[in-house]
């Protein structure tokens, strides 16, 4: 079905106070199937009876989120049947509710009303009404035509502004201009909270855009707004009275844009002009006059400053709204695919997630935005694969083995956990039932280390040396060959090591030694020079910063992430075992850990800012336990 009308969308919305909350809402769907079954959702939403504050906005939330979910939830039947269907049963679950839908499917559009809203059109010179609600749910459809200025309001809405105010609003056949001329109407009332309208413009090929607009920036007379033919049924008095707002809302604009350039012009040098000193009245009149002249200017340049800032919060006020909204978007989707498609709904979840963490960076303290973090981080973790570590508990703090030790590495060797300090020079035995520990002088400069098959061993300046409870052994020394070492790992006694210059080394291990160096891949390697880490089990496992590649028997072996929730930001450690079923990647800038088993599907997704300060990654799969070392603590959490 090709799309016949795309909608120009502009909103405006009453200040929230106690008692009342009022919501403005669009959806256009990018989902194709959606698009084509139920079109674009336009509603208007008055909830009486709630508390000010982020209460509100959850109620208010909730509602418009069952709304979405009860029209686009279900694409069989058509779209007026859907959208009757689902105003229908948002006002059997709440009854303190104004609610005003459309629906444009093709050149059609579909109206709801329960509540006493209205919605009028403007076609050409013409104004009209064509849908009134009487407090029981109204339903209406016509066609639409090119140009088509349509006005979805509450009741409070049109009360306020009034039909003459409305059509003078709408002469210049924009949303974005009709908006501007109403805000101030709106905004600088009082008691205002029920209050909400979308104004939307039919088009043919033009782009979507959605704005909210409070105030424009193009210069306007009241008599650009308010024509005399625009105004020709209205009263005498409320002509008055409008030309009152609207001349004292441009004078204000006015006031507002030319204050820098006041502020920037040279006052005359008093200094330069004669001065006539004489002790009278009137000289003392002109001195209190000058002194008030003086203050009336510090008045003016504070107003100025917080005029400024309060400008300044609006608009911030204005951007984070429009990301809320379509963070609200991708949240619903993920709530309808939840129950199809877990992954996919994950991936909207998460995006849903990023949108309100850029929304709080753009507004601090924004209740709406506090409100819907705290959605989607329960709607993730109703998908049951994604787990928050708000606070994983300290295993062991090394500070009690040693005053300022730091460990940059750890293994498991055994039952124990083997912890290389680089700063302090020496390796901790930690025991990982009981805590006990045992510490080994290691005067040696070293970052990384490896156990595996009862032996540990240590990479270092010197070279590779075997690590037991009371000795360190050099057992392979440097090699001049060797390029820049980023990883070391052992398997079935042989020691790896992965340079990112070459390839990847392995020294056998055979009758008590090591032989030489030996590249492990067959023909030539791959570029390994963006390597950060190395796994092995029965294979060899190698980590970039945003994928892993599989190798096995010196060969690459296909292998790709599936259904993964987002993609890795900067992958620093990657930990497997032939004891564990899967692949554990800590991704540090995330602050996540991912879960992947070794077919490449994604299984879950850990989240904590632990994660940030991490080195390095131990899980025992068995006793379902996971070690995080970073700096001088070492952090335990279960495994699901």
């Not at 959850?58 to 689902?86: C, I, M, P, Q």
């Not at 020496?426 to 032996?455: C, M, P």
């Not at 800012?609 to 070392?629: C, Q």
Request: aromatic share 8%; glycine share 8%; hydrophobic share 40%.
């Amino acid at each position: 079905m090709e799309r016949k009308f795309v909608l120009q969308v502009a909103k405006v919305v009453g200040n929230p106070s106690d008692g009342f909350w009022s919501q403005v809402h669009t959806f256009f769907p990018e989902d194709q199937e959606k698009k084509e079954k139920r079109g674009d959702l336009l509603a208007v939403l008055v909830l009486a009876g709630v508390p000010e504050g982020i209460e509100a906005v959850a109620a208010g939330r909730e509602v418009l989120a069952r709304l979405h979910e009860e029209y686009y939830g279900n694409l069989e039947g058509t779209a007026f049947e859907r959208l009757t269907s689902a105003v229908s049963k948002i006002t059997s679950e709440n009854q303190d509710i104004e609610i005003i839908a459309a629906v444009l499917f093709e050149k059609v559009l579909y109206l709801a009303i329960y509540g006493e809203g209205k919605v009028c059109l403007k076609r050409g010179d013409r104004f009209s009404q064509i849908l009134k609600g009487d407090g029981d749910l109204q339903t209406a459809s016509g066609v639409l035509e090119e140009n088509d200025l349509v006005v979805i309001g509450s009741k409070k809405f049109f009360n306020v502004v009034g039909d003459g105010v409305l059509k003078a609003s709408l002469e210049g056949g924009s949303a974005e201009e009709a908006v501007e001329a109403l805000a101030p109407v709106i905004l600088g009332h009082n008691d205002m909270a029920a209050a909400a309208a979308i104004l939307a413009l039919a088009q043919k090929n033009e782009p979507l855009e959605i704005q909210q607009v409070f105030s424009g920036e193009t210069e306007k007379t009241e008599e650009t707004i308010i024509s005399p033919s625009s105004a020709a049924g209205m009263p005498e008095e409320e002509k008055v009275s409008l030309r009152k707002k609207i001349k004292d809302f441009l004078l204000e604009r006015k006031i507002s844009r030319r204050r820098s350039a006041f502020g920037s012009k040279k006052t005359e040098d008093l200094s330069e002009r004669p001065i006539f000193v004489k002790k009278t009245a009137l000289e003392k009149k002109k001195k209190v006059y000058f002194l008030a002249a003086l203050f009336l200017l510090f008045l003016l340049g504070i107003s100025i400053v917080f005029g400024s800032k309060k400008r300044i919060e609006s608009q911030k006020k204005a951007q984070a709204s429009q990301i809320l909204s379509q963070a609200e978007e991708k949240l619903n989707q993920g709530k309808i695919l939840s129950s199809q498609d877990s992954n996919e709904s994950r991936v909207l979840g998460i995006q849903a997630q990023n949108l309100v963490s850029e929304a709080m960076s753009v507004s601090k303290d924004n209740e709406e935005a506090v409100f819907l973090k705290e959605q989607v981080e329960k709607f993730l973790e109703s998908l049951g694969d994604e787990h928050y570590l708000n606070e994983p508990s300290v295993f062991m703090d090394l500070n009690l083995i040693k005053d300022g030790a730091s460990g940059v590495a750890f293994a498991l060797l055994n039952e124990n956990l083997v912890i290389l300090d680089q700063g302090q020079s020496q390796i901790y035995f930690l025991d990982a039932e009981k805590k006990s520990h045992r510490v080994l002088d290691f005067d040696e400069k070293a970052n990384l280390i490896t156990a595996s098959g009862g032996k540990a061993f240590v990479f270092g300046d010197k070279g590779v040396f075997e690590i037991e409870e009371e000795s360190a052994k050099l057992v392979i020394e440097s090699d001049s060959g060797w390029g820049e070492i980023a990883a070391i790992s052992s398997f079935n006694g042989n020691v790896y090591l992965l340079d990112k210059n070459t390839t990847i080394w392995r020294y056998l291990y055979s009758e008590g030694e090591f032989g030489a160096k030996k590249s492990w891949f067959i023909g030539n390697p791959p570029d390994l020079s963006k390597t950060v880490s190395m796994a092995i089990d029965s294979s060899i496992w190698v980590l970039e910063e945003k994928s892993i590649a599989k190798f096995n028997l010196g060969k690459e072996e296909a292998f790709s992430l599936q259904k993964m929730p987002e993609e890795f930001k900067a992958a620093a450690k990657i930990f497997t075992s032939e004891e564990t079923e899967n692949l554990y990647v800590l991704d540090k800038e995330a602050g996540k850990l991912f879960v992947i088993d070794k077919k490449g599907n994604f299984k879950s997704l850990y989240v904590s800012e632990k994660f940030k300060e991490a080195s390095d990654i131990v899980a025992i799969e068995p006793e379902k336990r996971l070690f995080i070392l970073a700096g001088s603590k070492i952090y335990e959490a279960a495994l699901k």
